[in-house]
């Protein structure tokens, strides 16, 4: 029983990796959206036999939204061969925005992310994004992309900060490097390709973290490392590096695509962007070097709970827990 499921598990992953690989080698935009319909109808399966408490709902929000956003696209495609129309071409911008959960469609992508295991969440996060994003090198507007980039950035970093989900966390923080690699896609397709293939790694890296450690909320970081110090490194250069803190990795693909936006006379865009990146840096502070903050304290503080007797330090503990 459990090799015909892992079999089944695997034929759909198969599938669906294949459908992304038609899509990189097809030239023809019918062909796109053919492999737009196989990745869908691979996907939901590997969702639905997912066995946490919020995969139907994940499931039937993936299908609706992708069922919807690829009907969008090929209607206003079919429509736009006939009479080249701006409204055509913005419904089309819409779809693959709502494909890819960019501003202001966003919400779906939050709350499905929630009910996923830490696998799916991952593929969820970078296989899926390629091939909407390869349908929309086909209408690059770029204008109406970095409208929408700015103001994606802006949502997410005054919305991830009050998230205390892990997944939530990682989903707003994905969304933000989205809107740099969109503009990375306008200006160059070689940094857009080298961003794409570090931020995967480093995602991945991130999910692999959280799934080992079984880390799913904010606050259990701070349990988590208090022991381990190995661990507690190894989260401070990671997070650290997808948040684009020089030298570590995340910081290449982001100075190369503001030094690519500098020379095209982007100064306003590339001042915008980096404020708004500024305030989602936060989220990555939020992670790593709060644990960090926490551990010292404990430590200062493990003798100087040893010497105070019970009763006295339950009368002191609320008074304790509102200082914090």
């Known amino acids: ?187 160059s397709k070689k940094v857009f390709k080298m961003y794409f293939l570090i931020y995967t790694f480093m995602t991945f890296s991130a999910t692999k973290t959280m799934k080992v450690l079984n880390m799913n909320f904010l606050f259990q970081t701070m349990t988590t490392f208090k022991l381990n110090k190995t661990n507690n490194l190894v989260n401070l250069i990671l997070f650290m590096s997808m948040a684009g803190i020089p030298p570590l990795l995340g910081f290449m693909p982001k100075m190369m695509t503001i030094m690519m936006m500098l020379k095209s006379n982007m100064s306003i865009t590339v001042l915008m962007i980096l404020i708004f990146n500024t305030l989602s840096t936060f989220f990555y502070l939020r992670i790593s070097m709060n644990n960090i903050l926490m551990n010292l304290n404990t430590k200062k503080n493990f003798k100087t709970m040893k010497k105070l007797k019970f009763p006295l330090y339950l009368i002191f503990s609320p008074i304790y827990l509102t200082i914090l």
Request: charged share 5%.
């Open 1 to 187: 029983m459990k090799n015909s499921f892992f079999m089944q598990k695997n034929l759909f992953l198969m599938t669906l990796i294949s459908s992304i690989l038609i899509c990189l080698s097809s030239s023809s935009f019918l062909m796109m959206w053919m492999s737009m319909e196989i990745n869908l109808f691979s996907m939901v399966p590997l969702i639905s036999v997912n066995q946490k408490i919020f995969s139907e709902k994940s499931t039937m929000m993936y299908f609706l939204v992708q069922s919807i956003s690829s009907s969008i696209i090929i209607i206003s495609v079919s429509l736009n061969l006939k009479m080249m129309s701006g409204i055509l071409i913005t419904l089309i911008f819409m779809a693959i925005f709502l494909k890819l959960g960019v501003f202001p469609f966003h919400f779906w992508m939050i709350s499905m992310l929630e009910g996923l295991e830490w696998n799916l969440a991952f593929m969820m996060m970078t296989l899926q994004k390629i091939i909407p994003i390869s349908v929309l090198m086909l209408f690059i507007h770029q204008k109406l992309i970095i409208t929408f980039c700015l103001l994606n950035s802006f949502i997410v970093a005054m919305s991830g900060i009050s998230m205390f989900s892990m997944r939530k966390i990682l989903g707003f923080s994905s969304i933000n490097h989205l809107s740099m690699m969109l503009i990375a896609l306008i200006l």
